[in-house]
């Protein structure tokens, strides 16, 4: 079976959709699913740099005031698509909501073959983070009707959680929703090099560490987690946050930081190499957090528990599939007390350091993502045998 994906992000832009992409195309790959990505091209990206077997890559333009983002070009995207004989494929899988949904549904028309896509993103806190211009209702109004016209053009939705199933249904969205995570690829559970780490860093090897790991954007609350860090210190004043990842909130989470008079307290590692340095910043992490509002499933978590890391995190929408009883966490409410408590609570006893760490690697393997391909190969198979009922969406004039 042949499977055309298409993105509107992928590496070297480094997020979940990214991640997912990837892990799901080697595991599908032992599951006789010869996948071929379609994926903007990036102008950062070194040239040499060698690209995947079956990258298709997308002239593509910068996104205003998104300095990791790029918009394929309709036409360099159209260009490439039609150039693809359609009658090699027999499925077309899209997995972002913006230029990659409208091409895909317009290949699958022209191929004549099924369309699916995964909901990796929560367009409703995306659109409110990045138009503050708009009221908050009417952001809500706008993402609602989008989602349920964009998912009224595919004859089958992924959805990384069942709580993210739940809001799509909330929205009266009636194309069939399987929930399906990503998984934890194999290589997630070699062990990071936390010394190794610390060593790169500067930072002593006893410093107790609270790390914060993944993309910084406004819509994963890292800021909230800093005024939580502030409140550490009143019982640890010796640790230190490590926030590792690039971002849009990068600058204004810099501002806050100098504003709390916590410089000296915080410590900004950028991007980490993900099959080396990332592992070695997760091992390092005396305890990891996270309270992000708007995760579809909260991948990142699973990352941290594999690698030993004790996690205090809230749970929101996707992030409450993963953070169930006995997974190795201590579960709190989005309170800065109650988090700060529990925070101080892991760092000053080593013993529940140990028992969440132990518990949150063998919750990990839980999370294979070989079974999750297999059964998104089984589910590829069940929609190349039926018949295409959904109708095709209308392309947006500003996209031709």
Known sequence: MRVLFISDVYFPRVNGVSTSIRTFRQDLAHHGVDTHLVAPRYDSAPEAAPEEPGVLRVPAARVPRDPEDRRMRWRALTRVLDALPGSEFDLVHIHTP????????????????????????????????????????LSRHLARSFTRSQCAAVQALIAPSEPMREVLTGYGVTTPIHVLPTGLAADRFRAGDGRAFRARAGIDAQRPLVTYIG????????????????EVLTCVPEALLVIAGEGPAREPLRQQVAHLGLDARVHFAGYLERDSALLDCYAAADVFVFASRTETQGLVLLEAMAQGAPVVSTAQLGTRSILLPGCGALIVPEQQHAFAAAVVRVLSDAGLRAELAARGRAYARNWSSAAMARRLAELYGELRAAPRTARPGVIPQVLI
């Open 98 to 137: 913006f230029v990659a949904h409208y091409a895909g549904v317009r290949f699958a028309r022209r191929a004549h073959i099924a369309c699916i896509a995964t909901y990796h993103t929560f367009f409703e806190e995306y659109l409110h983070h990045y138009l503050p211009v708009l009221p908050r209702r």
């Open 215 to 230: 993309r910084v954007a406004h819509e994963k609350n890292i800021g909230f987690l800093v005024q939580v860090f502030r």
